[in-house]
């Protein structure tokens, strides 16, 4: 899977098997928002996914811009966002071996 949410679980994702999701990598984006390189990464990560199990592997992209934008907010945000992310993962998959 390869989308920008707001956080792993959403609509975009109704048709992941959780319980059989071993491999995820979660990319957060900078600052400024998703940008070419934040593509570029989400592109390359897409394209090593090909050799893996598409059944056990998750991929996606964060989009928290409304919430990264704030400088002086931005830490504390990332940090609560990070332990919401974490916390549905480890509730959704059970077979969870590498973050």
Known sequence: TNN?????FGSND???AWDEVEDVT?????AAGPDRYTDE???NL???AKSKSTSTYYQT?????????????????GQRLG????SRLL???PNLKTL
């Open 61 to 77: 992209m964060i989009d928290w811009s409304d919430l990264s934008g704030n400088i002086l907010q931005a830490s504390f945000n």
């Open 83 to 86: 332990r919401e992310v974490a």
């Open 46 to 48: 897409a394209e090593a």
């Open 4 to 8: 920008r949410n707001r956080a792993p």
């Open 14 to 16: 109704a048709k992941v």
């Open 26 to 30: 979660i990319v957060f984006h900078g």
């Open 41 to 43: 990464l989400m592109s």
């Open 91 to 93: 509730a959704r998959c």
